[in-house]
């Protein structure tokens, strides 16, 4: 499990973006929430490992953040900006040519369309 | 169970009294939100008390919120530290091999006959532009965001610095010395390219602040 997480590590500005892009806009703690479910608790975003990320992303001009009350506390909405939607493309790009490769290496036999 | 304000209040408060968070109120909210979350769920799924939560909740955090003594920002929390050493990376650093490329370009501009000025004075101007934004800023801001905090640090001796170098290079042109001074050139771009770095921070915190300001 330890290595596995070692393995998303560099892609997980990407999985970030991605989830944004699908939903919209997220908080923090939905972001680390809903990757345990789609990867049915096989990922785990640690927030040492987010907030770091959303934050520079944010400083770069990717994310926009909105804020709400949410029962009687600020909530800090995370959203792509025009140029963070681009970088989102090109990123999923990147790592779908990287997972092709990978998968050409470790089983050269099975073919992947996407 | 949703935590009661007091409860919440009580979050907030560690987070500034034990972890220094008091400058960053952007970043505090959106921990404060995201502990207070992670204690209701504790408080349902293990049925514990609000205490114990916070304790155990805490304990998980702490590697990643109290500041590092062994950092270049030790009494900033980590998380943020992490923020601003990505920013100098971005600016102070960045800032080296851009004025050296400056310079070499005025000194073969020196050359062939162009005046250092060319090149120093629209710097400065523009150096000493985005150091009046930020002063105007550190009066302005009515909240301190982490990228409010990161420009404005240390804004005065900075603004002395640059003063410093525009007296210099003032001296320079009344004795008529106009040729000969590019170690003078260089720490005078640098800390202009350093303000215009800072300011370009400080326009992105206003974003922040409006949202805060929106909630608060």
């Not at chain 1, 975003?45 to 009687?72: N, S, W």
């Not at chain 2, 955090?61 to 601003?84: A, D, F, G, Q």
């Amino acid at each position: 499990m330890k290595k596995q997480q070692q393995l998303y590590k560099g892609s997980l500005n990407t999985i970030i973006m991605k989830l944004l892009e699908q939903q919209g806009k997220m908080y923090g703690y939905e972001i680390t929430q809903k990757v345990k479910e789609i990867t049915q608790g096989e990922m785990n975003i640690t927030e040492g490992a987010l907030y770091p990320a959303l934050h520079k992303m944010e400083a770069d001009g990717f994310l926009d953040v909105e804020m709400d009350r949410v029962d009687g506390r600020i909530r800090k909405y995370y959203k792509l900006t025009e140029s963070g939607v681009k970088e989102t493309v090109s990123r999923m790009e990147e790592l779908e040519n990287f997972i092709r490769n990978m998968q050409t290496i470790v089983n050269p036999n099975l073919k992947l369309d996407f | 169970m949703k935590l009661s304000a007091e409860q919440i209040d009580f979050i907030e408060t560690a987070l500034i009294e034990k972890c220094n968070f008091k400058d960053f109120d952007d970043v505090r909210m959106e921990l404060t939100d995201h502990i207070a979350t992670e204690i209701e769920t504790e408080i349902e799924n293990n049925k514990l008390l609000f205490d114990a939560a916070f304790v155990k909740v805490m304990t998980r955090w702490n590697s990643m919120i109290l500041p590092k003594s062994w950092s270049r920002y030790e009494s900033v929390p980590y998380m943020v530290c992490k923020l601003w050493k990505s920013l100098d990376w971005k600016f102070q650093f960045s800032a080296i091999p851009i004025t050296l490329m400056v310079s070499l370009l005025a000194y073969y501009g020196q050359q062939n006959g162009i005046s250092l000025y060319v090149f120093l004075l629209p710097i400065l101007v523009l150096g000493v532009l985005a150091n009046v934004y930020l002063l105007m800023s550190k009066y302005n801001n009515r909240v301190k965001s982490t990228l409010s905090s990161y420009a404005l640090q240390k804004i005065f001796g900075q603004t002395l610095t640059l003063l410093a170098f525009l007296i210099i290079n003032a001296f320079f042109i009344s004795e008529g010395i106009r040729e000969t001074i590019l170690p003078i050139f260089w720490p005078s771009t640098y800390v202009s390219l350093l303000m215009l770095g800072k300011a370009w921070v400080m326009k992105k915190h206003i974003k922040i602040e409006n949202q805060l300001l929106k909630v608060i």
